[in-house]
């Protein structure tokens, strides 16, 4: 299975601060990544596909990057609604693995 | 609208067994593999079992952690998958969700039906 390494598994920054979290797959995964929001008590919703392309309806202050084995998210301005955990997620090969998850929380 | 609805949840002796239903309506239900990811309390996401459409002749795929326990299967007249687990330890302890996957991910989830396994 590829392993999903995901960092910091922790966060805490200021309203309006950038932030950003990163994912290594263990190989190569061509760009199939994608990133979950999951906020308190709620299901997980996808936020970002293929690495860098947005989910319908998600604000244009979250973006995607990266290639290969290495990606990150980051998010802008950072809102009082962003508080949340953040997944990352190759589905390059099956099993679709998840990374341990970023914990985000305001300052 | 998209809407998928667990149910079969609840608390169980550990060896029992439990067979938890995902009810899904607004998509054509029959061209999309459907999957369970679980989540223990205050801990990650875990992926635990896919089910392909007929077109991938229903193969079925499991987590190395949970095979020979788990069974998942579809009902595409009912546009529902299920998730038969047996032989529960406390550590199957979870909310467990159901999860359409498309071609972008996971593109939608569950609200999650909450599994206890306790004596």
């Known amino acids: 299975d590829i392993q999903m390494t995901q960092s910091p598994a922790s966060l805490s920054a200021s309203l309006g601060e950038t932030v950003t979290i990163e994912c290594l797959a263990s190989?190569?995964?061509?760009?199939?990544l994608a990133w979950y929001q999951q906020k308190p008590g709620k299901s997980p919703q996808l936020l970002i596909y293929?690495?860098?392309s947005l989910n319908d309806g998600v604000p244009s202050r979250f973006s995607g990057s990266g290639s290969g084995t290495q990606y990150s998210l980051k998010i802008n301005s950072l809102q009082s609604e962003d508080v949340s955990i953040y997944f990352c997620?190759?589905?390059?090969?099956?099993?679709?693995?998840f990374g341990a998850g970023t914990k985000l929380e305001l300052k | 609208e998209v809407q998928i609805l667990e149910t079969g949840g609840g608390l169980v002796k550990p060896g029992g067994s439990l067979r938890l239903s995902c009810a899904t309506s607004?998509?054509?239900?029959?061209?999309?593999?459907m999957n369970w990811v679980r989540q223990a309390p205050g801990k990650g996401l875990e992926w635990v079992a896919q089910?392909?459409?007929?077109?991938?002749?229903?193969?079925?795929y499991y987590a190395e952690s949970l095979e020979g326990r788990v069974t998942i299967s579809r009902d595409d007249s009912k546009s529902s998958v299920y998730l038969q687990v047996s032989s529960l330890r406390a550590e199957d302890t979870a909310i467990y969700y159901c999860?359409?996957?498309?071609?972008?991910?996971?593109?939608?989830w569950g609200q999650g039906v909450m599994v206890t396994v306790s004596s």
């Open positions: 999860t359409r996957r498309g071609t972008t991910g996971f593109d939608y």
């Open positions: 607004g998509f054509n239900f029959n061209d999309y593999f």
């Open positions: 089910i392909r459409n007929k077109n991938y002749n229903y193969a079925t």
């Open positions: 190989e190569d995964i061509y760009s199939n």
């Open positions: 293929y690495a860098n």
């Open positions: 997620q190759q589905n390059y090969d099956s099993p679709d693995t």
